[in-house]
T-cell receptor
Framework: KAGVTQTPRYLIKTRGQQVTLSCSPI?????VSWYQQTPGQGLQFLFE???????NKGNFPGRFSGRQFSNSRSEMNVSTLELGDSALYLC????????????FGEGSRLTVL | KNQVEQSPQSLIILEGKNCTLQ??????????LRWYKQDTGRGPVSLTI?????NTKSNGRYTATLDADTKQSSLHITASQLSDSASYIC????????????FGQGTTLQVKP
C-alpha cells in the first residue's frame, strides 16, 4: 500500500512569489491535514480537509490556502512568499477526521530567498 | 489555553541505556494522546495512540504511559539503539469532534555509541 506522497520534495523560491504543494493521501483516506515545521516553532497546524471541505484551520494568515479534490488529493498554496515561510511543509492523511491515526508524508522543503 | 509541553528539550544517552521523555498537557476536552518519532528530514511516524482509559501502551522497545488525572504522559525507551536518534513529538487531540491537535515542541534524542 503506497504511503502519503508529497511533491515537490525540495523547492527554492524568491520573496513575493507564490508556491503550490501537492499531497496524495493513502488510498481510502479522506482526511488530509497540512503542517508547517520550523526549527524554532516545531510542528504547527495549517488546516485540515475532509471530503473536500475544510474542517479545521490553524492560526496562519490568509496567504496560506488549500483545497482538496474529489479523489482526496490536496494542494496548499502560499502567495506572496516571505523569508519566514521557509520551512518543511508536511501533509498527513487519515481515514477519518479527528481521532484517526495520522500518516505523514516526507514533506516539501521550501526555501525562500 | 490548550498547551503541550515536553521535557527535556534535548537528551544525549549512550547506546544500550534506557531513557524517559515527558509530556505534560493542558488540553480540554481530551480525546487521545499520541507519540510520534521523526527522523531528521523525514515525516513523523506514529509510535502509540492512547485514549483516556488507557494507562500503558507498548510498541516494541517503546512504552508510553498516560495519567489522565495529572495530565502527564511519558515515553520510555528501553535498551536504546543508534537508530533511536530522532525527535519525539507528543500530540494531544482536543476533541473527537473537531479533530483539533495540539503539538508539543518535541524532544531531540541523540544516542551515542
Amino acid at each position: 500500500k503506497a504511503g502519503v506522497t508529497q511533491t515537490p520534495r525540495y523547492l527554492i523560491k524568491t520573496r513575493g512569489q507564490q508556491v503550490t504543494l501537492s499531497c496524495s493521501p493513502i488510498s481510502g483516506h479522506r482526511s488530509v491535514s497540512w503542517y508547517q515545521q520550523t526549527p524554532g516553532q516545531g510542528l504547527q497546524f495549517l488546516f485540515e480537509y475532509f471530503s473536500e471541505t475544510q474542517r479545521n484551520k490553524g492560526n496562519f494568515p490568509g496567504r496560506f490556502s488549500g483545497r482538496q479534490f474529489s479523489n482526496s488529493r490536496s494542494e496548499m498554496n502560499v502567495s506572496t512568499l516571505e523569508l519566514g515561510d521557509s520551512a518543511l511543509y508536511l501533509c498527513a492523511s487519515s481515514v477519518l477526521s479527528g481521532t484517526g491515526e495520522l500518516f505523514f508524508g516526507e514533506g516539501s522543503r521550501l526555501t525562500v530567498l | 489555553k490548550n498547551q503541550v509541553e515536553q521535557s527535556p528539550q534535548s537528551l544525549i544517552i549512550l547506546e544500550g541505556k534506557n531513557c524517559t521523555l515527558q509530556c505534560n498537557y493542558t488540553v480540554s476536552p481530551f480525546s487521545n494522546l499520541r507519540w510520534y518519532k521523526q527522523d531528521t528530514g523525514r515525516g513523523p511516524v506514529s509510535l502509540t495512540i492512547m485514549t483516556f482509559s488507557e494507562n500503558t501502551k507498548s510498541n516494541g522497545r517503546y512504552t508510553a504511559t498516560l495519567d489522565a488525572d495529572t495530565k502527564q504522559s511519558s515515553l520510555h525507551i528501553t535498551a536504546s539503539q543508534l537508530s533511536d536518534s530522532a525527535s519525539y513529538i507528543c500530540v494531544v487531540s482536543a476533541s473527537s469532534n473537531t479533530g483539533k491537535l495540539i503539538f508539543g515542541q518535541g524532544t531531540t534524542l541523540q544516542v551515542k555509541p
